[in-house]
């Protein structure tokens, strides 16, 4: 072996060390930046860099191994070796592959983030607890822990909460009944909204000067036997809506009960045509 191969095992070396190196560096710091903006660990995509790193360590020994006249014939078995080994991982670990994929595009295009309030496919609510590079870890209201394959998640459509700002408009229905008193009743309503603590004034600053109410009644429904009136409430945030809803849902049905305003349901009449009376 004379002094041209050691050039050549050593450029490779050199390369291979720097590739690794510049490419390890500059993806680190990606992927730092990148989870500061959606509030995930960086270390939970460490495995993208040292595989990376592995990929292109291997490829400079099968190199060496190549320009090596004794490990030629070695090399050209590692190549094929590899065609076929990676043929089998890669159909093996498919959905491995797409779960890690689909948390790199997580990663880059931030659909959510640590602490966002999503729902899934209109299934799955709850708060992004986790995100990995194979599943994110949603906490559901129930406090249960959902563990979603990101890969699902890639396909799904997604409701976030919390993708631009936190406020949200929550539409809160009371069914009356046809003889109840439909402009007592939105009365009633309107004045739990705006008395309770937790209601967002999300009006400008020329709707306040025009006198346009904090919030809106309106008849959005006839129904088989009820009235249907829907309150236009803002709120805070997801949690601030919730606890607007219920604490409305209690307090106007008080309010209802004093006024005598009928919160309707359905009445059925079973009438038994087979009925006999039985004399002794």
């Given at each position: 072996m004379d002094w041209q191969y050691w050039l050549q095992v050593a450029i490779i070396i050199v390369a291979v060390y720097l590739s690794s190196f510049i490419i390890r560096k500059f993806l680190g710091l990606f992927i730092k930046r990148k989870s500061l903006k959606v509030n995930v660990d960086p270390t939970n995509f460490s495995f993208l860099k040292n595989s990376i790193s592995f990929l292109i360590y291997t490829a400079g020994l099968i190199a060496i191994f190549y320009i090596t006249p004794?490990?030629?014939t070695v090399s050209k078995a590692l190549f094929a070796g590899a065609g076929v080994l990676a043929a089998i991982i890669g159909f093996a670990s498919q959905k491995a592959f797409s779960n890690i994929i689909s948390g790199i595009f997580i990663l880059i295009f931030r659909p959510f983030r640590v602490n966002d309030v999503i729902e899934i496919?209109?299934?799955?609510?709850?708060?992004v607890e986790e995100i990995t590079l194979r599943h994110t870890i949603i906490r559901n209201?129930?406090?249960?822990?959902?563990?979603?394959?990101?890969?699902?998640?890639?396909?799904?459509?997604?409701?976030?909460?919390?993708?631009?700002?936190e406020k949200i408009k929550k539409f809160v229905e009371f069914d009356i009944s046809y003889e109840s008193d439909?402009?007592?009743?939105?009365?009633?309503?309107?004045?739990?909204?705006?008395?309770h603590p937790l209601?967002?004034?999300?009006?400008?600053?020329?709707?306040?000067k025009v006198n346009k109410p904090m919030a809106l009644t309106r008849v959005i429904r006839l129904g088989e036997y009820s009235v249907t009136i829907r309150a236009y409430i803002w709120a805070k945030n997801n949690?601030?809506?919730?606890?607007?809803?219920?604490?409305?849902?209690?307090?106007?049905?008080?309010r209802f009960d004093q006024v005598g305003i009928e919160i309707p349901y359905p009445h059925r009449t079973i009438v038994n045509k087979h009925s006999k009376q039985i004399t002794q």
């Open positions: 004794s490990l030629k496919n209109g299934i799955d609510k709850g708060i209201y129930e406090n249960r822990r959902i563990i979603i394959p990101n890969s699902i998640i890639s396909e799904a459509t997604i409701i976030n909460s919390n993708i631009i700002e439909i402009e007592l009743a939105k009365k009633i309503i309107y004045e739990e909204a705006v008395n209601i967002y004034d999300n009006r400008s600053e020329e709707d306040k949690d601030d809506a919730f606890v607007l809803n219920c604490d409305m849902n209690e307090s106007v049905k008080k």
